[in-house]
C-alpha cells in the first residue's frame, strides 16, 4: 500500500533536518525521496501533498514544485546573440548594435517567451512613427528576428509575416552623378583627395577601401591594385585594372621605389569619411545635387551593364554577391554613359 512519512536526521553543525520519503506500493517497493527540509512544518506540507498525489494515484513529480528559470530579457538575449556572432566583420557588428537600440527602448525589457506578434507589429508602427525609413525598421525587425532566433522561441514572432508588414514606402531612384558632375567635383577637390576619387570612380569599389588599400597591394608592372578578401564584402581577393592615367597618378604619389613602404596606405591623406565630406562640401559649392562615394559605385555598375558586361563579369569586376542584387539595386538609367576623361582631369593636378 502506498505511504510516506518523515525521519530525522542529525546535521553537522547540531541542528535537525526532516526528510519526507514514500512508497508508491506496499513494503516491498523501494522507499522514494520527497525532499529535505530545515523545519518539521515544512515537511509536514510537503508529506501531505505526497499524500495528494498518491491518493489521486499518480506518483509525485517534484518536478512541478519547482519554480521555472525565468527566459531572458529581450535586452539580455540581444546581448548574448551580438556576443555570439564572431562570423561577422566590426562594421557589421556595429549594425547590429544600431539596429537593436532601436528595439530594445520599447521591449528591451521584456520576456522574450513573451513576445507576441502583436508585440513586434506594434513595435514597427512605432519606430514608423518615429520616421524610421522602411529599410531601415527591416533591419531593427531582422535583428529582433534572430535574436529570438538565438533564445530560442518558437514560434519567432518577428517572422511572423501574416501580422508583422513593413510600412509602405516609395522605392527610392537613385541618380549616379554624371561624368560632368564628377569632374565638376573633382576640379573643386583638395588634392589629397582627387586621386582616391578616381580610384572609386573607376574601380566601384566600396569608400571603405580608401583607407583599406595599401601601396603593397598595388601592381607596378600589371597597372592594377588588390583588393584583399578582409577588404571585399564576397570576402574573396579581386584584382582592379587600372587606366594607364590613373596607375600613372598612383605611382607618383607614392613617390620613389626605394622609398616605399608595402603596409602603409595607396591613398595617404585622404580617408573614407574625409572624402565624403569632401564631397558634399565641393557639390554644395558648385550647387550640384548631392551625392555619395557609394553613388560612384552606383554609377560604375550602371555603366558596366550599359557596356553589355553581364552581370557575373559585373559581380566579378566590384565584388558584388548576388547577381540579382546587382541588376535590381545597382543598375539605373543614367542620364549620360560617358566615361570621366581621366586623363584632361589629371593633367590638371600635374
Same mark, same amino acid.
Given at each position: 500500500?502506498?505511504?510516506?512519512?518523515?525521519?530525522?536526521?542529525?546535521?553537522?553543525?547540531?541542528?535537525?533536518?526532516?526528510?519526507?520519503?514514500?512508497?508508491?506500493?506496499?513494503?516491498?517497493?523501494?522507499?522514494?525521496?520527497?525532499?529535505?527540509? /530545515?523545519?518539521?512544518?515544512?515537511?509536514?506540507?510537503?508529506?501531505?501533498?505526497?499524500?495528494?498525489?498518491?491518493?489521486?494515484?499518480?506518483?509525485?513529480? +517534484?518536478?512541478?514544485?519547482?519554480? /521555472?528559470? @525565468?527566459?531572458?530579457?529581450?535586452?539580455?538575449?540581444?546581448?548574448?546573440?551580438?556576443?555570439?556572432? &564572431? *562570423?561577422?566583420?566590426?562594421?557589421?557588428?556595429?549594425?547590429?548594435?544600431?539596429?537593436? *537600440?532601436?528595439?530594445?527602448?520599447?521591449?528591451?525589457?521584456?520576456?522574450?517567451?513573451?513576445?507576441?506578434?502583436?508585440?513586434?507589429? *506594434?513595435?514597427?508602427?512605432?519606430?514608423?512613427?518615429?520616421?524610421?525609413?522602411?529599410?531601415?525598421?527591416?533591419?531593427?525587425?531582422?535583428?529582433?528576428?534572430?535574436?529570438?532566433?538565438?533564445?530560442?522561441?518558437?514560434?519567432?514572432?518577428?517572422?511572423?509575416?501574416?501580422?508583422?508588414?513593413?510600412?509602405?514606402?516609395?522605392?527610392?531612384?537613385?541618380?549616379?552623378?554624371?561624368?560632368?558632375?564628377? !569632374?565638376?567635383?573633382?576640379?573643386?577637390?583638395?588634392?589629397?583627395?582627387?586621386?582616391?576619387?578616381?580610384?572609386? *570612380?573607376?574601380?566601384?569599389?566600396?569608400?571603405?577601401?580608401?583607407?583599406?588599400?595599401? &601601396?603593397?597591394?598595388?601592381?607596378?608592372?600589371?597597372?592594377?591594385?588588390?583588393?584583399?578578401? @578582409?577588404?571585399?564584402?564576397?570576402?574573396?581577393?579581386?584584382?582592379?585594372?587600372?587606366?594607364? !592615367?590613373?596607375?600613372?597618378?598612383?605611382?607618383?604619389?607614392?613617390?620613389?621605389?626605394?622609398?616605399?613602404?608595402?603596409?602603409?596606405?595607396?591613398? @595617404?591623406?585622404?580617408?573614407?569619411?574625409?572624402?565624403?565630406?569632401?564631397?558634399?562640401?565641393?557639390?554644395?559649392? +558648385?550647387?550640384?545635387?548631392?551625392?555619395?562615394?557609394?553613388?560612384?559605385?552606383?554609377?560604375?555598375?550602371?555603366?558596366?551593364?550599359?557596356?553589355?558586361?553581364?552581370?557575373?563579369?559585373?559581380?566579378?569586376?566590384?565584388?558584388?554577391?548576388?547577381?540579382?542584387?546587382?541588376?535590381?539595386?545597382?543598375?539605373?538609367? +543614367?542620364?549620360?554613359?560617358?566615361?570621366?576623361?581621366?586623363?584632361?582631369?589629371?593633367?590638371?593636378?600635374?
Amino acid at each position: 500500500m502506498a505511504s510516506s512519512w518523515i525521519i530525522t536526521r542529525a546535521t553537522n553543525d547540531g541542528g535537525r533536518r526532516y526528510r519526507v520519503l514514500y512508497r508508491i506500493g506496499g513494503r516491498e517497493s523501494s522507499a522514494r525521496y520527497a525532499g529535505s527540509f /530545515p523545519t518539521k512544518s515544512e515537511a509536514v506540507a510537503r508529506k501531505r501533498w505526497v499524500d495528494g498525489e498518491l491518493a489521486a494515484l499518480r506518483v509525485p513529480n +517534484l518536478a512541478v514544485l519547482t519554480d /521555472p528559470v @525565468a527566459a531572458p530579457t529581450v535586452a539580455e538575449a540581444a546581448e548574448r546573440w551580438r556576443v555570439s556572432r &564572431v *562570423d561577422v566583420a566590426d562594421a557589421t557588428r556595429v549594425l547590429h548594435r544600431v539596429a537593436l *537600440d532601436r528595439v530594445l527602448p520599447i521591449i528591451g525589457a521584456r520576456r522574450v517567451n513573451e513576445i507576441t506578434p502583436a508585440d513586434v507589429a *506594434d513595435l514597427v508602427a512605432a519606430l514608423h512613427g518615429k520616421d524610421y525609413r522602411r529599410e531601415t525598421i527591416s533591419k531593427s525587425v531582422t535583428a529582433l528576428a534572430q535574436t529570438l532566433d538565438h533564445a530560442g522561441v518558437k514560434p519567432n514572432p518577428a517572422r511572423d509575416k501574416v501580422h508583422v508588414r513593413l510600412p509602405r514606402e516609395e522605392v527610392e531612384e537613385h541618380e549616379p552623378p554624371t561624368a560632368e558632375q564628377v !569632374e565638376a567635383v573633382y576640379r573643386t577637390l583638395p588634392k589629397v583627395h582627387r586621386v582616391p576619387l578616381l580610384w572609386l *570612380d573607376w574601380s566601384g569599389a566600396r569608400v571603405g577601401s580608401v583607407d583599406a588599400v595599401k &601601396v603593397g597591394d598595388y601592381d607596378e608592372q600589371r597597372r592594377r591594385v588588390r583588393l584583399r578578401a @578582409a577588404v571585399s564584402k564576397t570576402r574573396r581577393a579581386l584584382w582592379v585594372d587600372l587606366p594607364d !592615367e590613373l596607375a600613372v597618378a598612383i605611382e607618383q604619389a607614392m613617390g620613389a621605389r626605394e622609398d616605399r613602404d608595402p603596409a602603409a596606405r595607396l591613398f @595617404a591623406g585622404s580617408g573614407s569619411d574625409a572624402l565624403r565630406t569632401a564631397i558634399g562640401k565641393a557639390c554644395a559649392a +558648385l550647387a550640384l545635387p548631392a551625392f555619395s562615394p557609394h553613388d560612384l559605385r552606383h554609377r560604375r555598375i550602371s555603366l558596366l551593364h550599359r557596356q553589355g558586361r553581364s552581370w557575373a563579369e559585373i559581380g566579378a569586376f566590384v565584388g558584388q554577391r548576388s547577381a540579382r542584387v546587382t541588376s535590381d539595386v545597382y543598375t539605373h538609367v +543614367l542620364l549620360d554613359d560617358r566615361e570621366v576623361d581621366y586623363r584632361r582631369l589629371l593633367a590638371l593636378s600635374a
